[in-house]
């Protein structure tokens, strides 16, 4: 699962690239219509990026899905939490962070689409050596929250972790399900 969200954390990125970057030439410097192979050929580097940030969108998209139904099956439940903090704010912070590649406005020649190739990709490493990838805009988009807490008495958990939730009303002191995603980083549902 962790490898999906960090599709989805990037498919802010993806969206506003094509956004960005949607201006295939149509037309050669006559101003006449330019034939199929030669609209190809003229756009090719724009066109296998604005490809492959569609197909990353299609997949964050199928992702999400895999989430909303990941969250409902084996949980573990009963535990009770403390020293809960907010961390919203990580998504935002996360969310500038993929702004960076759209500074990169010649996707259309072969050296701006490998520099922002690179750029996508070392963000990609960072997501997964680290635990940023659970602050995913996206889902900072569709409500979830974001949460750092200890469970009282969970030897499965000694330590602090990380938490995707979708309510805003975890607090100390009220007893959980969860499931982990990956490592210390959990997804939180409140016991009724």
Partial sequence: MKRKLM??????????????NLRINLYDK????????QIVK???????????????????????FEFKAFKWV???GGYEVANVRAKDEESLNFFLTI????????????QGALTFMTIVLILCILLYRTKLFYA???????????FELCFVDNPDYPEKCFVIAQTEGVKDGDVVEYKQISGRVIF?????
């Fill in 7 to 20: 599709v989805q954390s990037l498919s802010p990125l993806a969206l506003l690239t094509v956004i960005r």
């Fill in 30 to 37: 006559n101003g006449l219509i330019l034939s199929g192979g």
């Fill in 42 to 64: 003229d756009n090719l580097t724009l066109i296998i990026v604005l490809s492959v940030c569609c197909i990353w969108l299609l997949f964050s998209i199928i992702y999400y």
């Fill in 74 to 76: 084996d949980r573990v």
């Fill in 99 to 110: 702004i960076i590649p759209l500074l990169i406005d010649d996707v259309e020649t072969v």
């Fill in 136 to 146: 995913n805009p996206v889902l900072a988009m569709l409500g979830y929250h974001f």
């Fill in 188 to 192: 939180v549902k409140g016991k009724k």
